[in-house]
């Protein structure tokens, strides 16, 4: 018989597979994951130690481990609850935006409200010297003690007051220990309980540990390990009590600081801060992961964004939530509706970990241009929070206050003096931007520090100070891109202004409208959707149906056509807010009265002649300021919401009430009495 030895290299990796195991083994022990998850974790150990080390699943077990082990299971950061603190960090990044502040520092108030509740204490024992003893040190401790000599009367006291945590001895008389377990999880879901116990019982505390217990003290009890016990449950309680964090979607058009809050948000409450794009977003799998059945499967890119950030608590942007796909890969807006509901994220499973991670401290922060466009079931787990459009005010303060010292430093100009004038930047306002939001006027600010920074160059040197006028600002940026083009044009029959809002936010919309001899046809261009279509047929049957009361001719569809254009047909436009502009443009067109051109309307109209509510009151009030309108007509039914808006934004524009559309076309169409 030949003995053959084994190849010293294949001893030596067996060796090194074995204390590469080991050492997870010992990793999983200490890092006291819940029972489930330390059992699967076992369990794949195991599994790996019968495998040969040069097998693929080999591998895969081992990163799975490893993985395991690097999320941040029990990982916080304490949220700093110093409003005042807050509210500075608030107002030195953004200005106005009062309602996202006033709803952060809510917030934060209510997490100082927990903080400060006091931490409630019983103790069960049937010894009376056990409990006052128990009782005195824990008071001294600065905790709200109550006691009880049974089983039976601690589970009363439950049912009257709210306990923080249990001492209960193990041997009572009436109710032991483990039946006042078991009956303390039906009562008080929340109060968690500590088995006190001789040394002849620590097999039964063990067993109360499996059933749900916090901890077990051995008799005589130390008095460091009671305190070190409590202090550690009031850390672990203090994460529990407020972890569910609000659920958060800054609704609003492009420009207009959603992320920048966000950012700011974190760092006021001291967390770490998380942001991924979910535009375009199609594939399911890259929010809850592959399985690991699939070769390179990889976890979610929620639980990775956890584990870069190495906390259970930070505050997780997910960017342009309106914007997400849908194909055969699957619906993400469908996993979006586990993580972002409060009831389910607790338990979210991601594919590759194939375990729940817990989500609920997570403060959840969506962006989104247009929220109508979201799924109706994902939309009822959001808190929309509305960002509107600036006004120039707010505008012309930001400038001065952010983007000017910023495009400053960005364009090397931080020893240089820009001063600005108002005139200046209110004239690039006007005259170059046309947008709710500040993108496209920071970008100009750039393009005419760019110029300087060139021209200082090229003079090979530098100005310390240079005054911007507005003269100057047009000699760098050249002729105006804007122009208030509804002041200053003509009015002629047939023709309405409408306001309407978009994703980009308010706009000023032009209504056409003619007839010409035809066949009883109502032509509808502009890119019109169905809603729109919808609001055109109504304004056409309300007129023809009241065409006496407007001094028109009962008859005049007979052999005609009446065709209907908004301009900028390559922009696709929906929505029932245009109705009235569309009723007053067929009137005018039908009785040979121009609309007035300094007048804008919005609002629904109904067949029998009703206006109803719209929505976007203060873009659209905005967009009537930026295009030169003097007067904005509204719904009756809107005046609660024109009631709350700030006096700079209804500056300068006077704001009608309409009940219905005679008292509108008395007051539009011009030579009307």
């Known amino acids: 018989m030949i003995f053959t030895r084994k190849p010293e290299k294949q001893r030596e990796e067996s060796d090194k597979s074995n204390q590469e195991l080991s050492d997870l083994r010992a990793s999983v022990e200490k890092a006291g994951l819940s029972a489930s998850l330390n059992a699967a974790a076992i369990k794949e150990l195991e599994r790996m130690e019968n495998m040969d080390t040069s097998a693929p699943e080999y591998s895969i077990g081992i990163n799975y481990i490893e993985y395991l082990l690097s999320l941040p299971w029990h990982d916080f950061t304490n949220d700093n609850l110093d409003l005042v603190r807050a509210e500075k960090i608030m107002d030195s990044r953004h200005y106005g935006l009062n309602k996202i502040k006033e709803r952060m520092l809510e917030y934060l108030s209510v997490r100082t409200l927990f903080s400060l509740q006091a931490f409630h204490v019983l103790v069960v024992d049937d010894e009376e010297i056990a409990r006052d003893n128990l009782e005195y040190i824990l008071k001294k401790e600065g905790y709200q003690v109550s006691t009880a000599a049974n089983g039976l009367e601690a589970v009363n006291i439950l049912k009257t007051r709210n306990i923080d945590l249990i001492l209960t001895d193990l041997k009572m008389e009436k109710m032991d220990g483990m039946q006042l377990l078991e009956s303390a999880k039906k009562v008080s879901p929340n109060a968690e309980l500590v088995m006190i116990t001789g040394f002849a019982t620590v097999t039964s505390a063990v067993d109360a540990l499996k059933k749900g217990a916090f901890h077990y003290l051995p008799k005589p009890i130390n008095l460091d390990e009671l305190r070190a016990t409590v202090r550690q449950l009031i850390e672990r309680k203090k994460h529990l009590q407020m972890t569910r964090s609000p659920i958060l979607c800054f609704a609003g058009p492009p420009g207009t600081g959603k992320t920048s809050v966000g950012k700011a948000i974190a760092e006021a409450l001291e967390r770490k801060f998380v942001r991924i794009s979910l535009a375009g977003l199609r594939d399911e799998a890259d929010l809850r992961g592959h399985r690991r059945t699939y070769v390179g499967a990889m976890p979610g890119r929620i639980i990775n964004e956890i584990k870069r950030a190495g906390s259970r608590n930070p505050v997780f942007m997910l960017d342009e939530i309106d914007k997400i796909g849908q ?130 160059v090229q003079k090979n040197g530098r100005s310390d100070e240079i005054r911007i006028d507005e003269a100057l600002v047009e000699k760098l940026l050249g002729p105006g891109k804007f122009s208030h083009e509804t ?129 976007g009151i203060r873009e659209k009030i905005l967009a009537a300021r930026r295009g030169g309108i003097k007067v904005t007509v509204f719904p009756e039914r809107n005046k609660p919401d024109i009631a709350v808006l700030e006096p700079e934004v209804t500056e300068s524009v006077e704001v009608v009430l309409a009940e219905d559309v005679p008292g509108i076309v008395k007051l539009v169409l011009q030579g009307t009495l």
């Open 327 to 456: 194909d055969f890969r699957g619906d993400p807006a469908s996993v979006l509706l586990e993580i972002l509901d409060p009831e389910q994220n607790s338990h979210f499973t991601d594919h590759y970990l194939d375990a729940p991670f817990d989500l609920s401290g997570v403060m959840f922060i969506s962006t989104a241009n247009v929220v109508e466009r979201l799924p109706a079931p994902l939309l009822d787990r959001l808190e929309v929070i509305r960002f509107t459009g600036y006004t120039e005010k707010e505008k012309e303060h930001i400038a001065k206050i952010h983007l000017i010292p910023r495009q400053l430093r960005e364009h090397g100009l931080m020893d240089m003096k820009a001063d600005f004038t108002n005139d200046a930047i209110s004239g690039i306002i006007r005259n170059y931007t046309m947008e709710a939001g500040l993108r496209n006027l920071e970008r100009e600010i750039a393009t005419i520090f760019r110029k300087i920074a060139r021209l200082s």
């Open 487 to 615: 002041a200053e044009r003509g009015s002629r029959p047939g023709v309405a202004t409408g306001l309407v809002w978009t994703e980009f936010g308010g706009e000023i919309i032009f209504i056409e409208a003619s007839v010409m001899k035809g066949n009883r046809q109502l032509i509808l261009t502009g890119s019109m959707g169905n809603v729109l279509q919808e609001s055109a047929q109504t304004a056409l049957s309300f007129v023809r149906s009241n065409a006496e009361q407007f001094g028109i001719e009962p008859d005049f569809f007979e052999g005609r056509d009446i065709h209907i254009h908004i301009p900028s047909g390559a922009v696709p436009k929906d929505g029932p807010s245009a109705g009235v502009t569309i009723a007053v443009a067929l009137i005018s067109l039908l009785t040979g009265k121009p609309a007035r051109n300094d007048i804008a309307l919005t609002g629904e109209l109904t067949l029998s002649g009703r206006i109803l509510g719209v929505s």
